[in-house]
């Protein structure tokens, strides 16, 4: 199964920002960043390219991952048909970004976009994927329209935010 994380960082040692990747290094992720990475990465395969113009074919991947990156892009709807464009039917992009009440989203001077979850929701169902957030899980004790509104009392509230696109 291939995966690309997108923006996992290119430095153990100060110079950029610390490489923290989702996926464990493997030989079936691909990363990609700005910049060539400070240290060897034996068991994967590392891509230097922008995140708006993906070096890829169409449909080779079933996950792509980018994460706290799409609030620093200058176009992230591009980006996100990027991800649309190399994802297999089926497969899914995950983005994580902070959310529009968190002091985070703010402190940075080189983010250039806020995001709150209907502005993601939307972006991501303007491409074509299907929208998901990951759910919390509510007691099933509650009605379903009860537990429906503490999911979105709980988006609003926290301070980072994550949308999944599906590519059906």
Not at 53 to 66: L, Q, S, Y
Not at 118 to 134: D, N, Q, T
Request: proline share 7%; charged share 25%; aromatic share 12%.
């Amino acid at each position: 199964m291939m995966k690309l994380e997108v923006g996992p960082g290119y430095s153990k040692r100060g110079r950029g920002y610390m490489f923290n990747p989702h996926f464990c290094s493997d030989y079936d992720v691909v990363f990609l960043d700005i910049r060539k990475p400070d240290f060897r990465c034996d068991r994967s395969t590392w891509i230097v390219a922008d995140a708006h113009n993906f070096p890829f074919r169409d449909c080779v991947f079933e996950e792509v991952f980018a994460g706290q990156l799409i609030e620093h892009l200058e176009d992230p709807l591009k980006f996100l048909k990027e991800c649309k464009r190399v994802l297999k039917e089926g497969g899914m992009v995950t983005v994580t970004t902070p959310n529009f009440l968190s002091k985070n989203a703010y402190l940075d001077p080189s983010h250039k976009h806020v995001f709150n979850f209907v502005r993601l929701w939307k972006m991501v169902k303007s491409i074509g994927l299907k929208p998901h957030f990951p759910s919390p899980n509510i007691g099933s004790l509650f009605p379903r329209s009860l537990r429906r509104l503490f999911k979105v009392i709980l988006l609003l509230l926290s301070d980072n935010l994550t949308v999944m696109g599906e590519k059906a």
